[in-house]
């Protein structure tokens, strides 16, 4: 199993521009996450995924969309890119009944 | 979910064990104790769980009262690969949604 996969590793944005992270699973976990970092600080949840086609906000979620249109992929997207969402950002997913998150490698993103 | 309080960093010489202290006074009866690793760059990693008394795993070990409003994660026998930030969090049956706090920074020094 490759387990949870994030790409780009790398991306630099100019303020405005729009992207999408991608996350993906192989270990057929209903639950999965995403997570942005900032330098000295814990992981604070943006958004997060039950199964397919349901979605929920977390902490911060101002900014970005999610979709959860299968079990594998949980893409974030970012709307419209602000310096403040200069981040590392992590996707993470867990079986249901269980409480070991698997995280991914991360992204990390610079918005100038 | 109960709010954690966890020391923000400790200093460790390769060889000793380290304990890492939690306070979680409001915990609910159905909630577990948890703790992740994250290495530099890297994305968090599970420890360690448990709701009472003690848990042992390859890793770490954690001891937790009968009051449950604090746990104690140790590490025997720290390496400088031990270097890390440790997050404690409170779980009620998770639905991939956790929260976490700034964690405790550990270094560890040869």
């Known amino acids: 199993n490759a387990g949870v996969t994030q790409t780009p590793k790398f991306q630099v944005l100019k303020t405005g521009q729009s992207m999408t992270l991608q996350c993906a699973q192989d270990?057929?976990?209903?639950?999965m996450s995403w997570y942005r970092q900032d330098p000295g600080m814990g992981l604070r949840l943006i958004h997060y995924?039950?199964?397919?086609?349901?979605?929920d906000q977390g902490e911060v979620p101002n900014g970005y969309n999610v979709s959860r249109s299968t079990t594998e992929d949980f893409p974030l997207r970012l709307l419209s890119a602000a310096p403040s969402q200069t981040s590392v950002y992590f996707c993470?997913?867990?079986?249901?009944?269980?409480?070991?998150?698997?995280f991914g490698p991360g992204t990390r993103l610079t918005v100038l | 979910l109960a709010k954690t309080t966890q020391p923000i960093s400790m200093d460790s010489y390769e060889g000793q064990e380290v304990n890492i202290t939690c306070s979680h006074n409001n915990i609910a009866t159905n909630d577990y104790i948890t703790w992740y690793q994250q290495f530099p760059s890297q994305g968090p990693r599970f420890i360690i769980q448990?709701?009472?008394t003690k848990v042992t795993n390859e890793v770490a070990s954690l001891f937790i009262p009968a009051d449950r409003k604090s746990s104690t994660l140790s590490l025997p026998r720290v390496s400088l690969s031990d270097t890390a930030v440790y997050y404690c969090l409170v779980l009620r049956g998770s639905q991939g949604n956790l929260i976490f706090g700034k964690g405790t920074k550990l270094s560890v020094k040869p």
């Open positions: 993470a997913s867990v079986a249901r009944g269980r409480d070991e998150q698997f």
């Open positions: 995924s039950v199964g397919a086609g349901i979605t």
């Open positions: 448990g709701y009472k």
């Open positions: 270990m057929n976990h209903e639950y």
